[in-house]
Structure formats: C-alpha cells, structure tokens
C-alpha cells in the first residue's frame, strides 16, 4: 500500500517536532535516517496504513515509502529545517546522520500555521474556515507547495490568485448585504 504523502510529511513533521522538543547532549550520535522511518513506519501501523508484521524497533518499510522517507527529509534541508550530519570530528558528518537547525527548531515549535508542512496548514485552515472555497483551496495549496520548494515568484502568483478569490466573494457579499438605494 502506497502511502499518503501529506500525510507521510505530517507523520516526520511530528517526529521531529517531538525530538526538537528534547534536549540532546552534544556526545549523543544524533538523529538518523531509520529512526525517521522507524517513526513513519510505527505511525502507518497505528492506522492501518501498514500490517503490524516486525517487531518494534525493526525498520522494514516498504521500498517506495522508504523513498518518500528520503524525499521529505531532502526537502527539509532545503528548507534549512534540518542540516546532514551531526559533527565534522567523527564519522556521522553527513547522512543518515542529521541535525535540526535552530531555524527549524523555531519552525518546528510553532506547530500550526507552517508553510512548511502543507497538510497541516491547510486541515488547519479548513478546520477554521469551514467553508474555504474550493478554488481558493486549491491555489493554496499549489502556493504553499511551490514555497516549500523554493519557487517563491509562483507561490506569490498562486496566493494573490486566492486572495482575488477571497476579495471577489467579499465583495459580492458586501453587494448583497446593501440595500437597493445603497448600492450606489
């Protein structure tokens, strides 16, 4: 079973939020790759996304989800969220060693309301507007999506499309709340 991407994303987003929170000592080895995937792989069972077939700690994840693990985690070192390895003085200098930025410790804490992390953001945003329109929904998300990747000119694009979107049925309701002579 192929795995959800928002959700994948959502599911390392926590797992980090959750080490973030940790105080680790400089010594300590780190991060590394498997615990992310030992972590998406635990989450994906708690579901019923994966069957319960190894026992805790054995990291086995299907193939394309290991990918997508690799994937996420690529994109948050372009996001300056997290940075490969732990130190340059031992041998855990780059993957599967890696470390949160203090960047992304900050981005990490504030948990809603993250461009970062599109899932979140837009059931977030759904839950508080519980009747976002659907065009406007869809340009967010392709804004929120092209600003994770660093394409910032077409995030602004899509956003000021939602915006007018938004502008355009304000003022249709502003028309319809005004009385005939008021309109003028």
């Given at each position: 079973m192929t795995l959800d991407t928002q959700e994948l994303r959502s599911w390392v987003y926590a797992f980090l939020r959750a080490e973030s929170k940790k105080l680790r000592q400089p010594h300590q080895l780190?991060?590394?790759?498997?615990?992310?995937?030992?972590h998406v792989k635990s989450a994906a069972q708690r579901v019923g996304k994966l069957p319960q077939d190894t026992l805790y700690g054995v990291n086995n994840l299907p193939q394309h989800s290991a990918d997508a693990v690799r994937e996420v985690m690529w994109s948050l070192v372009i996001q300056g969220i997290i940075v490969p390895g732990v130190d340059k003085s031992s041998n855990n200098a780059g993957f599967p060693f890696f470390q949160i930025t203090e960047w992304g410790k900050e981005c990490l804490a504030i948990g809603e309301y993250v461009p970062y992390d599109t899932g979140q953001y837009m059931r977030q945003l759904r839950s508080d507007i519980s009747a976002l329109d659907s065009t406007v929904d869809c340009y967010l998300v392709e804004a929120l999506n092209c600003f994770r990747s660093g394409t910032y000119l077409s995030c602004a694009v899509m956003t000021g499309v939602a915006s007018e979107r938004v502008l355009l049925h304000l003022r249709d309701e502003i028309r319809k709340a005004l009385q005939p002579d008021d309109r003028k």
């Open positions: 780190g991060l590394q790759l498997s615990d992310v995937e030992g």
